[in-house]
Every structure is written in C-alpha cells, then in structure tokens.
C-alpha cells in the first residue's frame, strides 16, 4: 500500500527482451557457465556474457533501491527484430 508521507521519487522498470529472427541465433540467453571456456578460445579475451531479462531487472531494481528511489511498478516486454 502507497504510504501518502513517502515522498521518494518513483521509478518505474521496463526490460525488453530483444530476439533476433535470423537463422542461429538464440536471442538472449545466460552465457555465464561457458564464458571460461569461451575466453580459452579466445585468446583470453574476456567472454562477453549475456542475462536473463529476469537477471537485468532485478539489478535495476538494485541500482533503484540504492539510488533510494521508490519502485512504482515493472513491466517486461518482448520484441523480434
């Protein structure tokens, strides 16, 4: 319930999760259980990992708590490119 005396300012999440529609590829994904394997390959680079939508928002969520902002509501969407 709303408390009329929390003056915070609102903050409202919304996370798109992007998927391509061309052959091979997964959109997003989690890649964090094979970036070891995939820095090996290469070169030691630095894998690139990839979150959930789930994951993401739930940082955000985070990074709004700590900036001490008041989540007002969280929308998920999804959208084929």
């Not at 090996?40 to 900036?67: F, H, I, K, N, W």
């Amino acid at each position: 319930m709303d408390d009329p005396n929390d003056d915070r300012e609102r903050v409202f999440l919304v996370g798109v999760e992007i998927r391509s529609s061309s052959a091979g590829s997964k959109g997003s994904g989690t890649a964090v259980a094979g970036a070891a394997a995939s820095e090996a390959r290469s070169g030691g680079r630095p894998a690139r990992a990839t979150y959930t939508l789930d994951d993401s928002l739930e940082e955000l969520g985070r990074l709004a708590d700590t900036a001490g902002l008041k989540r007002a509501g969280t929308r998920e969407g999804k959208l084929q490119v």
